[in-house]
């Protein structure tokens, strides 16, 4: 059971345009996002995350948009440079009242930002 | 500050052999994670130690899969034996026990099971 999905396997944008990678979500016990970028031959590394008490996350040219209505979530790169190509892990987690709690994730998107 | 470290970046045995992975998280962090990566997967957790007491093992498969943690910071994953299907990334995560939000991962070790 997949509970936090990413359809897209893959996306091309041209560099200076906008990058829209999606995820959708089925637990409805998750209160906390995160989006994690991937380089080949390296671990993921943390990009931006929302609280489900939010509906949008801005840093940057990263901003996190979640529609909890909708159990689904999007991160918008404006604009995309080369240098964003990589595979995009959407992340959630479970409610949990210990000292830390898990995270699941979806499959990827791999995003290439052409010249 | 030095990020998560692991050993070995890559293996390659044949099956039926033991393995084993080591990782060394980020200084001060208390919450370590292993995670299994397979092809075209996201990230899968495997155990979740706070110190060294493992609080979430749920997905480990005993049968053939152990850690440890012994002194709460360095970790050893092992598998004996392997089987052809746990060729995957084992990454290894780390975190603050109070930042539980953003876990830091090493680079992983790239198993191959022949």
């Known amino acids: 059971d997949q509970q936090v999905k990413q359809n897209s396997p893959s996306l091309s944008v041209q560099e200076g345009r906008i990058s829209i990678l999606n995820c959708d979500y089925t637990n409805s016990m998750f209160d906390y996002f995160l989006w994690y970028k991937k380089y080949p031959a390296e671990g993921p590394t943390f990009l931006i995350s929302i609280s489900s008490i939010k509906d949008k996350n801005e840093d940057g040219r990263f901003t996190v948009f979640l529609n909890k209505s909708a159990k689904h979530l999007s991160l918008h790169i404006v604009p995309s440079q080369p240098g964003d190509s990589a595979v995009y892990f959407c992340?959630?987690?479970?409610?949990?009242?210990?000292?830390?709690?898990?995270?699941?994730f979806g499959t990827g998107t791999r995003l290439q930002v052409t010249l | 500050e030095a990020g998560v470290v692991q050993s070995p970046r890559y293996k390659i045995i044949e099956k039926k052999q033991p393995v084993a992975f080591w990782c060394n998280p980020i200084s001060g962090h208390n919450t370590l994670y292993w995670y299994l990566q397979n092809l075209g997967q996201g990230p899968e957790l495997l155990i979740r130690?706070?110190?060294?007491?493992?609080?979430?093992d749920s997905q480990l498969p005993k049968d053939r899969f152990s850690a440890e943690r012994l002194k709460g910071v360095d970790s050893t994953l092992k598998i004996q034996p392997a089987e052809l299907g746990d060729s995957a990334v084992y990454l290894c995560?780390?975190?603050?026990?109070?930042?539980?939000?953003?876990?830091?991962f090493g680079p992983g070790t790239r198993l191959t099971v022949l």
């Open positions: 992340a959630a987690r479970v409610i949990n009242t210990g000292t830390a709690s898990k995270l699941t």
């Open positions: 130690y706070e110190n060294e007491e493992a609080v979430d």
């Open positions: 995560a780390s975190s603050l026990a109070w930042q539980n939000n953003e876990q830091f």
